[in-house]
């Protein structure tokens, strides 16, 4: 990222969470700006994949809504109990 790619931002944080952050910044012999950016960019990769998971369970839901396709727990619990084994059996297939 370059310096002419960014922009600043101010956030408030109480004074216990400041000391933290100047501490572990110490600690890890690095600046609090550097910290909390690196922060920031892990909680948004993170809550990023967490909606992208959840819009494909929404889409999902939506799907089965429309189609009523579906494999039941008992089917996927019965083939995932012979991973592994000489004899495996194929993933189940959705059904109505």
């Keep these: 990222m370059t310096a002419a790619s960014t922009k600043p931002i101010g956030i408030q944080i109480d004074q216990e969470t400041h000391d933290r952050v100047k501490r572990l910044a110490q600690l890890r012999q690095r600046t609090p700006h550097c910290l909390l950016q690196e922060a920031i960019a892990q ?6 994949r ?4 959840r819009q494909q369970a929404v889409g999902a839901w939506t799907e089965y809504q429309t189609s009523g396709m579906h494999v039941d727990a008992s089917e996927v619990t019965a083939w995932l109990e ?4 000489e004899n495996e059996l194929p993933a189940p297939t959705c059904h109505k």
């Design 43 to 48: 909680y948004l990769d993170r809550e990023e």
């Design 50 to 53: 967490r909606e992208a998971v």
């Design 82 to 85: 012979t991973w592994g084994e």
